[in-house]
Protein backbone atom coordinates (compact mmCIF):
# COMPACT_ATOMS: atom_id res chain seq x y z
CA UNK A 1 0.00 0.00 0.00
CA UNK A 2 2.69 2.29 0.85
CA UNK A 3 4.38 1.38 -2.72
CA UNK A 4 1.27 2.35 -4.01
CA UNK A 5 1.00 5.25 -2.56
CA UNK A 6 4.78 6.89 -3.01
CA UNK A 7 3.73 5.75 -7.08
CA UNK A 8 0.88 7.78 -6.87
CA UNK A 9 2.32 10.78 -5.61
CA UNK A 10 4.90 10.60 -8.16
CA UNK A 11 2.76 10.53 -10.51
CA UNK A 12 1.08 13.62 -9.25
CA UNK A 13 4.27 15.33 -9.10
CA UNK A 14 5.33 14.72 -12.35
CA UNK A 15 1.56 15.95 -13.80
CA UNK A 16 2.11 19.03 -11.51
CA UNK A 17 5.80 19.76 -13.27
CA UNK A 18 4.51 19.18 -16.36
CA UNK A 19 1.35 21.47 -16.08
CA UNK A 20 3.95 24.29 -14.40
CA UNK A 21 6.08 24.54 -17.94
CA UNK A 22 2.61 24.32 -19.80
CA UNK A 23 3.44 28.51 -21.70
CA UNK A 24 0.20 30.52 -21.21
CA UNK A 25 -1.52 31.30 -24.86
CA UNK A 26 -0.60 34.32 -26.15
CA UNK A 27 -3.25 36.52 -26.88
CA UNK A 28 -4.19 37.27 -30.69
CA UNK A 29 -2.37 39.67 -32.71
CA UNK A 30 -4.44 42.73 -33.03
CA UNK A 31 -5.45 43.06 -36.48
CA UNK A 32 -4.10 45.90 -38.80
CA UNK A 33 -6.69 49.28 -39.77
CA UNK A 34 -5.95 47.64 -43.59
CA UNK A 35 -6.65 43.93 -42.75
CA UNK A 36 -9.74 45.01 -40.55
CA UNK A 37 -10.88 46.75 -44.14
CA UNK A 38 -9.67 44.28 -46.19
CA UNK A 39 -11.87 41.49 -43.97
CA UNK A 40 -14.52 43.55 -44.28
CA UNK A 41 -14.65 44.64 -48.11
CA UNK A 42 -13.41 41.35 -49.26
CA UNK A 43 -15.34 40.15 -52.73
CA UNK A 44 -16.57 36.76 -50.79
CA UNK A 45 -18.68 39.58 -48.35
CA UNK A 46 -20.83 40.27 -51.43
CA UNK A 47 -21.25 43.99 -50.46
CA UNK A 48 -22.47 43.17 -46.89
CA UNK A 49 -26.07 43.00 -47.64
CA UNK A 50 -28.32 42.40 -44.81
CA UNK A 51 -30.00 39.06 -44.07
CA UNK A 52 -27.19 37.43 -46.36
CA UNK A 53 -24.82 34.44 -44.73
CA UNK A 54 -22.03 36.82 -45.07
CA UNK A 55 -23.60 38.72 -42.79
CA UNK A 56 -23.44 35.98 -40.45
CA UNK A 57 -20.04 35.53 -40.43
CA UNK A 58 -19.00 39.12 -40.08
CA UNK A 59 -21.16 39.16 -36.77
CA UNK A 60 -19.18 36.73 -35.63
CA UNK A 61 -15.94 38.06 -36.21
CA UNK A 62 -17.57 41.28 -34.64
CA UNK A 63 -17.94 39.52 -31.52
CA UNK A 64 -14.29 37.94 -31.58
CA UNK A 65 -12.89 41.87 -32.04
CA UNK A 66 -15.17 43.05 -29.28
CA UNK A 67 -13.64 40.44 -27.06
CA UNK A 68 -10.69 40.95 -27.82
CA UNK A 69 -10.44 44.84 -27.26
CA UNK A 70 -12.46 43.94 -24.17
CA UNK A 71 -15.61 45.45 -24.71
CA UNK A 72 -18.54 44.10 -22.50
CA UNK A 73 -22.28 42.97 -23.22
CA UNK A 74 -24.22 46.34 -21.72
CA UNK A 75 -25.43 45.92 -18.48
CA UNK A 76 -28.33 43.61 -17.82
CA UNK A 77 -27.53 41.46 -21.08
CA UNK A 78 -25.62 38.66 -21.38
CA UNK A 79 -24.51 39.08 -25.56
CA UNK A 80 -23.05 41.25 -27.64
CA UNK A 81 -26.25 40.53 -30.39
CA UNK A 82 -29.01 42.53 -30.56
CA UNK A 83 -31.28 40.28 -33.15
CA UNK A 84 -34.52 42.09 -35.22
CA UNK A 85 -36.15 41.14 -37.93
CA UNK A 86 -36.49 43.34 -40.95
CA UNK A 87 -39.77 42.97 -40.87
CA UNK A 88 -41.26 43.66 -44.68
CA UNK A 89 -38.38 41.93 -46.34
CA UNK A 90 -38.22 39.15 -43.46
CA UNK A 91 -34.78 39.14 -42.98
CA UNK A 92 -32.98 38.28 -40.09
CA UNK A 93 -30.46 41.18 -38.70
CA UNK A 94 -28.06 42.50 -35.36
CA UNK A 95 -26.69 45.07 -33.99
CA UNK A 96 -23.29 44.14 -32.51
CA UNK A 97 -23.24 46.27 -29.29
CA UNK A 98 -20.36 46.79 -26.65
CA UNK A 99 -19.44 49.37 -23.93
CA UNK A 100 -16.43 50.06 -21.72
CA UNK A 101 -17.05 50.84 -18.17
CA UNK A 102 -15.41 54.17 -17.27
CA UNK A 103 -14.08 53.38 -13.95
CA UNK A 104 -15.20 56.02 -12.99
CA UNK A 105 -18.68 57.85 -11.13
CA UNK A 106 -20.85 58.74 -13.75
CA UNK A 107 -24.05 56.47 -14.90
CA UNK A 108 -23.63 58.02 -18.48
CA UNK A 109 -23.17 56.91 -21.69
CA UNK A 110 -21.52 58.25 -24.81
CA UNK A 111 -21.95 56.18 -28.17
CA UNK A 112 -19.40 55.96 -31.04
CA UNK A 113 -20.66 53.50 -33.58
CA UNK A 114 -21.34 52.79 -37.78
CA UNK A 115 -23.35 50.81 -39.84
CA UNK A 116 -21.43 47.23 -41.06
CA UNK A 117 -24.05 46.86 -43.87
CA UNK A 118 -23.97 48.14 -47.18
CA UNK A 119 -26.23 47.36 -50.96
CA UNK A 120 -24.71 43.97 -51.44
CA UNK A 121 -25.00 43.15 -55.79
CA UNK A 122 -26.25 44.03 -58.51
CA UNK A 123 -25.90 41.65 -61.32
CA UNK A 124 -27.75 43.35 -64.46
CA UNK A 125 -23.89 45.34 -63.84
CA UNK A 126 -21.68 44.85 -66.64
CA UNK A 127 -18.35 43.75 -65.02
CA UNK A 128 -18.09 44.44 -61.65
CA UNK A 129 -21.26 44.18 -59.45
CA UNK A 130 -20.30 43.92 -55.81
CA UNK A 131 -20.46 46.78 -54.00
CA UNK A 132 -18.09 46.34 -51.56
CA UNK A 133 -19.04 49.44 -49.40
CA UNK A 134 -15.09 50.47 -48.15
CA UNK A 135 -15.86 53.67 -47.11
CA UNK A 136 -19.88 53.62 -47.08
CA UNK A 137 -19.34 52.07 -44.13
CA UNK A 138 -16.44 49.39 -43.48
CA UNK A 139 -14.16 52.89 -42.83
CA UNK A 140 -16.48 53.92 -40.14
CA UNK A 141 -16.87 50.32 -38.09
CA UNK A 142 -12.93 49.90 -38.47
CA UNK A 143 -12.70 53.41 -37.20
CA UNK A 144 -14.58 52.57 -34.45
CA UNK A 145 -12.85 49.54 -33.69
CA UNK A 146 -9.65 51.44 -33.47
CA UNK A 147 -11.44 54.21 -30.90
CA UNK A 148 -12.40 51.40 -28.42
CA UNK A 149 -8.80 49.56 -28.32
CA UNK A 150 -7.69 53.09 -28.06
CA UNK A 151 -10.20 53.81 -24.88
CA UNK A 152 -9.90 50.50 -23.46
CA UNK A 153 -6.13 51.42 -22.97
CA UNK A 154 -7.38 54.65 -20.59
CA UNK A 155 -7.20 53.90 -17.00
CA UNK A 156 -10.62 55.85 -16.23
CA UNK A 157 -13.10 57.80 -18.71
CA UNK A 158 -15.50 60.73 -18.41
CA UNK A 159 -17.99 58.52 -19.92
CA UNK A 160 -19.15 54.85 -19.86
CA UNK A 161 -18.88 54.51 -24.06
CA UNK A 162 -20.92 52.37 -25.95
CA UNK A 163 -19.45 50.73 -29.20
CA UNK A 164 -21.84 50.00 -31.58
CA UNK A 165 -21.94 48.46 -34.83
CA UNK A 166 -25.69 49.03 -37.05
CA UNK A 167 -27.14 46.62 -39.40
CA UNK A 168 -29.48 47.49 -41.71
CA UNK A 169 -28.76 51.10 -42.20
CA UNK A 170 -29.06 50.89 -46.10
CA UNK A 171 -32.82 49.73 -45.69
CA UNK A 172 -33.54 52.83 -43.57
CA UNK A 173 -31.27 53.32 -40.19
CA UNK A 174 -33.53 50.43 -39.14
CA UNK A 175 -30.71 49.21 -36.75
CA UNK A 176 -30.25 52.22 -34.64
CA UNK A 177 -34.33 52.83 -34.79
CA UNK A 178 -34.43 49.44 -33.17
CA UNK A 179 -31.89 50.21 -30.59
CA UNK A 180 -33.65 53.03 -29.90
CA UNK A 181 -37.30 52.02 -29.93
CA UNK A 182 -36.07 48.94 -27.89
CA UNK A 183 -32.60 50.35 -25.35
CA UNK A 184 -30.18 48.00 -23.72
CA UNK A 185 -29.44 51.16 -21.24
CA UNK A 186 -32.33 53.72 -20.37
CA UNK A 187 -31.43 56.16 -22.81
CA UNK A 188 -31.97 59.21 -20.66
CA UNK A 189 -28.53 57.97 -19.33
CA UNK A 190 -27.16 58.42 -22.64
CA UNK A 191 -25.15 61.71 -22.42
CA UNK A 192 -23.75 62.30 -26.25
CA UNK A 193 -22.07 60.52 -29.07
CA UNK A 194 -20.90 60.62 -32.96
CA UNK A 195 -21.79 57.93 -35.00
CA UNK A 196 -19.09 57.56 -38.19
CA UNK A 197 -19.90 57.81 -41.73
CA UNK A 198 -17.17 57.85 -44.39
CA UNK A 199 -14.66 58.55 -42.76
CA UNK A 200 -11.89 56.60 -44.90
CA UNK A 201 -11.62 58.62 -47.93
CA UNK A 202 -8.74 60.45 -49.59
CA UNK A 203 -9.02 63.94 -48.92
CA UNK A 204 -7.15 66.68 -47.53
CA UNK A 205 -5.53 65.35 -44.32
CA UNK A 206 -5.86 65.85 -40.81
CA UNK A 207 -9.41 67.11 -41.66
CA UNK A 208 -13.31 66.33 -40.75
CA UNK A 209 -16.73 67.69 -40.24
CA UNK A 210 -19.63 66.96 -38.14
CA UNK A 211 -23.30 66.93 -39.24
CA UNK A 212 -25.75 69.08 -37.28
CA UNK A 213 -22.74 71.40 -35.97
CA UNK A 214 -25.26 74.20 -34.63
CA UNK A 215 -27.48 72.01 -32.86
CA UNK A 216 -25.89 71.27 -29.60
CA UNK A 217 -22.43 71.84 -27.68
CA UNK A 218 -20.60 68.30 -28.65
CA UNK A 219 -19.23 70.28 -32.23
CA UNK A 220 -17.43 73.09 -30.20
CA UNK A 221 -16.22 70.98 -28.10
CA UNK A 222 -14.90 68.05 -30.12
CA UNK A 223 -13.77 71.07 -32.66
CA UNK A 224 -11.00 71.91 -29.81
CA UNK A 225 -10.34 68.73 -28.47
CA UNK A 226 -9.76 67.80 -32.03
CA UNK A 227 -7.49 71.23 -32.33
CA UNK A 228 -5.56 69.93 -29.70
CA UNK A 229 -4.93 66.73 -31.82
CA UNK A 230 -4.05 68.28 -34.75
CA UNK A 231 -6.86 68.09 -36.91
CA UNK A 232 -9.37 70.43 -38.00
CA UNK A 233 -13.64 69.54 -37.39
CA UNK A 234 -15.04 71.51 -39.40
CA UNK A 235 -18.83 71.97 -40.28
CA UNK A 236 -20.75 70.04 -42.41
CA UNK A 237 -20.47 71.22 -45.78
CA UNK A 238 -23.44 69.50 -47.56
CA UNK A 239 -25.68 70.93 -44.60
CA UNK A 240 -28.57 72.03 -47.35
CA UNK A 241 -28.45 68.56 -47.69
CA UNK A 242 -29.59 67.50 -43.59
CA UNK A 243 -27.31 64.54 -43.64
CA UNK A 244 -28.05 65.14 -39.90
CA UNK A 245 -31.19 63.40 -40.42
CA UNK A 246 -30.18 60.58 -43.05
CA UNK A 247 -27.28 58.50 -40.53
CA UNK A 248 -27.25 56.51 -37.31
CA UNK A 249 -27.44 59.58 -35.31
CA UNK A 250 -30.58 60.53 -36.43
CA UNK A 251 -33.10 57.77 -34.70
CA UNK A 252 -31.19 59.08 -31.68
CA UNK A 253 -31.31 62.76 -31.90
CA UNK A 254 -34.62 63.27 -33.38
CA UNK A 255 -37.11 60.43 -32.39
CA UNK A 256 -40.21 61.90 -33.22
CA UNK A 257 -39.22 63.29 -36.22
CA UNK A 258 -42.62 63.45 -38.84
CA UNK A 259 -42.77 63.91 -42.32
CA UNK A 260 -44.95 66.82 -40.78
CA UNK A 261 -42.37 68.25 -39.06
CA UNK A 262 -39.97 68.17 -42.00
CA UNK A 263 -42.48 70.16 -44.27
CA UNK A 264 -43.08 72.89 -41.02
CA UNK A 265 -39.55 73.34 -40.94
CA UNK A 266 -37.88 73.26 -44.44
CA UNK A 267 -41.61 73.92 -46.11
CA UNK A 268 -42.93 76.53 -44.66
CA UNK A 269 -39.90 78.01 -42.83
CA UNK A 270 -41.46 77.26 -39.18
CA UNK A 271 -39.20 75.31 -35.71
CA UNK A 272 -40.37 72.37 -34.88
CA UNK A 273 -40.49 70.81 -31.24
CA UNK A 274 -37.79 67.64 -31.33
CA UNK A 275 -37.65 64.84 -28.66
CA UNK A 276 -33.98 63.47 -29.05
CA UNK A 277 -30.15 63.04 -27.91
CA UNK A 278 -27.48 65.15 -29.36
CA UNK A 279 -26.06 62.74 -30.96
CA UNK A 280 -24.24 63.70 -34.61
CA UNK A 281 -21.92 62.11 -37.51
CA UNK A 282 -18.80 62.71 -38.57
CA UNK A 283 -17.06 62.28 -41.52
CA UNK A 284 -13.98 63.26 -44.20
CA UNK A 285 -15.89 62.35 -47.01
CA UNK A 286 -15.80 65.76 -50.01
CA UNK A 287 -17.86 64.35 -52.44
CA UNK A 288 -16.12 61.90 -54.20
CA UNK A 289 -17.68 59.89 -56.97
CA UNK A 290 -17.48 56.61 -54.92
CA UNK A 291 -20.69 56.54 -52.59
CA UNK A 292 -22.88 53.65 -53.73
CA UNK A 293 -20.72 52.35 -56.70
CA UNK A 294 -19.09 49.68 -57.17
CA UNK A 295 -16.01 51.33 -56.99
CA UNK A 296 -15.95 52.30 -53.27
CA UNK A 297 -13.42 49.34 -52.59
CA UNK A 298 -9.58 49.44 -51.22
CA UNK A 299 -8.56 51.50 -53.44
CA UNK A 300 -10.51 54.71 -52.15
CA UNK A 301 -8.95 54.36 -48.84
CA UNK A 302 -6.44 56.53 -47.19
CA UNK A 303 -5.59 54.32 -44.38
CA UNK A 304 -2.99 56.36 -42.45
CA UNK A 305 -5.34 59.20 -42.49
CA UNK A 306 -7.91 57.20 -41.16
CA UNK A 307 -5.98 55.64 -38.35
CA UNK A 308 -5.15 59.25 -37.68
CA UNK A 309 -8.13 59.95 -37.29
CA UNK A 310 -9.42 57.42 -34.84
CA UNK A 311 -6.96 58.34 -32.53
CA UNK A 312 -7.73 61.53 -32.41
CA UNK A 313 -11.03 61.30 -31.75
CA UNK A 314 -10.30 58.40 -29.01
CA UNK A 315 -7.73 61.05 -27.59
CA UNK A 316 -10.66 63.37 -27.43
CA UNK A 317 -12.63 61.68 -25.91
CA UNK A 318 -10.56 60.82 -23.40
CA UNK A 319 -9.82 64.25 -22.88
CA UNK A 320 -13.54 65.42 -22.25
CA UNK A 321 -13.84 66.77 -18.68
CA UNK A 322 -15.88 64.64 -16.30
CA UNK A 323 -19.20 65.55 -15.53
CA UNK A 324 -19.02 67.23 -18.36
CA UNK A 325 -23.12 68.19 -19.69
CA UNK A 326 -23.36 68.19 -23.97
CA UNK A 327 -26.49 70.68 -24.49
CA UNK A 328 -28.48 71.44 -27.45
CA UNK A 329 -27.88 74.62 -28.46
CA UNK A 330 -31.19 77.52 -29.81
CA UNK A 331 -30.91 77.25 -33.41
CA UNK A 332 -32.89 78.00 -36.79
CA UNK A 333 -34.66 74.50 -37.40
CA UNK A 334 -35.41 72.76 -34.28
CA UNK A 335 -36.32 73.08 -30.49
CA UNK A 336 -34.64 70.28 -29.11
CA UNK A 337 -35.45 68.60 -25.58
CA UNK A 338 -33.93 65.21 -24.09
CA UNK A 339 -36.40 62.28 -23.86
Known amino acids: MIKKIAITLAFASLSLTACAKVKKAKAPTPLTAKQMMAYLTDDNKLGRKTGTKPMLEIQGWLVNQFEQIGLQPLPETN ?3 QTFEV ?15 CNCKSDRYFVVGAHYDHVGI ?25 IARELAKAPKLPFNVIVAAWDAEEMGLLGSK ?10 DKIESGF ?3 LVGSKSEANTAWMTGFAY ?22 FAAQMLFMRSDNAPFSMMDMSREKGNQVFREGKKADIKGIPVHAMSIWKGQPHYHQVNDDMSVIDIEN ?14 IPENTKIKWLENQHFNFKRP
Request: aromatic share 10%; net charge negative.
Open 306 to 319: MTNFSIAVANSIKA
Open 216 to 237: SSLYPLMKDQMAKQGWELGEDP
Open 195 to 197: MFE
Open 79 to 81: SYL
Open 178 to 187: YFVEHPLVPL
Open 87 to 101: TDAKLAAANVIGYLP
Open 122 to 146: NPELEGDQIFNGADDDASGVVASLI
